[in-house]
């Protein structure tokens, strides 16, 4: 198990050398995905449930799907704030 940034970079060299191995890729973050869209690396599906999700989390293509919204914040404790 590796983080995005390490696969994003295998996959991007397999696209230049021919040698895609994955068929489903899941990243922690979606910057990716639309510039493989434009650069054609994706093929376009649509899950059962797709058109539930949120315009904003998917590609209106079915090039790619975010699978989960993580928010971070900051949490404290009100009686302890001072």
């Given at each position: 198990m590796d983080y995005s940034k390490f696969h994003d970079a295998r996959i991007d060299?397999?696209?230049a050398t021919g040698t895609l191995v994955p068929d489903v890729v899941q990243l922690q973050t979606l910057q990716d995905?639309?510039?493989w869209k434009r650069e054609g690396a994706l093929l376009?599906?649509?899950?059962?449930g797709f058109s539930r999700v949120h315009p904003a989390f998917k590609d209106p293509d079915g090039a790619w799907t975010g699978i989960f919204v993580d928010a971070f914040s900051t949490v404290y404790n009100v009686d302890k704030s001072g």
């Amino acid at each position: 198990m590796d983080y995005s940034k390490f696969h994003d970079a295998r996959i991007d060299n397999q696209l230049a050398t021919g040698t895609l191995v994955p068929d489903v890729v899941q990243l922690q973050t979606l910057q990716d995905f639309p510039r493989w869209k434009r650069e054609g690396a994706l093929l376009p599906y649509k899950p059962a449930g797709f058109s539930r999700v949120h315009p904003a989390f998917k590609d209106p293509d079915g090039a790619w799907t975010g699978i989960f919204v993580d928010a971070f914040s900051t949490v404290y404790n009100v009686d302890k704030s001072g």
